[in-house]
T-cell receptor, first 114, second 112 residues
Framework: DVKVTQSSRYLVKRTGEKVFLECVQD?????MFWYRQDPGLGLRLIYF???????EKGDIPEGYSVSREKKERFSLILESASTNQTSMYLC?????????????FGDGTRLSIL | AQSVTQPDIHITVSEGASLELRCNYS??????LFWYVQSPGQGLQLLLK????DTLVQGIKGFEAEFKRSQSSFNLRKPSVHWSDAAEYFC??????????WGAGTKLIIKP
């Protein structure tokens, strides 16, 4: 069965810290995504990657960066965390084929920045 | 610009009753439409999708959705809900960059 694993379910960090959110998928998927989920706003795409070492900005990339050194792992980095980055972060992966391929989601990381 | 509207933030339905969750989209071309479900504490799971063809699509867990171009709608339905259907439901439309534009979600509450 498809499995997307996010390293932490809950994370508490302080303002100004550099924060790493890790995501691993075991399905050999080419595409990986990072979303942010906030109440009343749905999901907003931060970054996505369609291959190793490739990345594309989504709708809200400011304050974030990503790394994809291996196919199965996609990391989201908050360079200097701020309180407005407190949110639920969701990772997803899919096969190539654009929208024809469903996205498979991890269970999310609820991040609090104090 | 493309957008998705889910007018209902919360919906409460009695167990065994029928369900309809509304979704309206704004998109210039033929849309690719999706419904996902997020159970408490979990990620999202695809319920069903519409790309073309028959406007009534069947999904998992007994859900179906109907695409109505004239109304720019893609409403999700289920004839009889179960307590396990309590979750948040998201409608999404695929944009020209092959990304998903998401609605804000509708939280479904089931009354016993």
């Amino acid at each position: 069965d498809v499995k997307v694993t996010q390293s932490s379910r809950y994370l508490v960090k302080r303002t100004g810290e550099k924060v790493f959110l890790e995501c691993v998928q075991d399905m050999d998927h080419e595409n990986m995504f990072w979303y942010r989920q906030d109440p009343g706003l749905g999901l907003r795409l931060i970054y996505f990657s369609y291959d190793v070492k490739m990345k594309e900005k989504g709708d809200i990339p400011e304050g974030y960066s990503v790394s994809r050194e291996k196919k199965e792992r996609f990391s989201l980095i908050l360079e200097s965390a701020s309180t407005n980055q407190t949110s639920m972060y969701l990772c997803a992966s899919s096969l190539p084929g654009g929208l024809y391929q469903p996205q498979h989601f991890g269970d999310g990381t609820r991040l609090s920045i104090l | 610009a493309q957008s998705v509207t889910q007018p209902d933030i919360h919906i409460t339905v009695s167990e065994g009753a029928s369900l309809e969750l509304r979704c309206n989209y704004s998109y210039g071309a033929t849309p690719y439409l999706f419904w996902y479900v997020q159970s408490p504490g979990q990620g999202l799971q695809l319920l069903l999708k519409y790309f073309s063809g028959d406007t009534l699509v069947q999904g998992i867990k007994g859900f179906e959705a109907e695409f109505k171009r004239s109304q720019s709608s893609f409403n999700l339905r289920k004839p009889s809900v179960h307590w396990s259907d309590a979750a948040e439901y998201f409608c999404a439309v695929g944009d020209s960059n092959y990304q998903l534009i998401w609605g804000a979600g509708t939280k479904l509450i089931i009354k016993p």
